[in-house]
């Protein structure tokens, strides 16, 4: 099956969808290339249903893939700065999702700029942001690890 036959889509976010969120968030790759720490269910689950879909301020989409949830795609406010934050289960990495997610994502998100950091050392998710049309524009640090801002201006 080529990248072309797959069915790559955005909807809205439902309370079912979470589930499958937290086990991507928890998946031992994931965390060790985002240098992401994966929160306790409860924790994840307060978070998302108060700070994600509880905020009018935020936009966030479910990825899917033949009808299957692989992912999330969302941006949010910080202080006067608009970020994108995206997170694909691990099936569906290196197949194009991403990129053809990001792209439907950014036809409906058209706050800009938007910046992006993820992890340094996260080079699948550093090209997806160049396909796309982000820049570097430096480091930052977040605890311990240093990661590369990006924009889309």
Sequence with gaps: MSEDDVDVRLRD???A????LLAYEHDPEA???SRFTPRPRDAFLRHWK?????????FVQAVTVDGEVAGSV???????????GYWLGR???GRGIGTRALALFLE???????????AGGNTGSVR???KRGFHRTGTVRHGENEHVVFVLP
């Design 91 to 93: 099936p569906y990495w």
């Design 31 to 33: 965390v060790r290339r």
């Design 108 to 118: 409906r998100e058209q706050n800009r700029p938007l910046y992006a950091d993820p």
């Design 13 to 15: 976010v439902v309370e």
């Design 50 to 58: 108060t700070k994600v879909l509880g905020d009018d301020t935020v």
């Design 128 to 130: 997806l942001l160049e």
């Design 74 to 84: 969302v941006a949010w406010w910080d202080g006067g700065r608009r970020f994108l």
């Design 17 to 20: 969808d979470l589930e499958f």
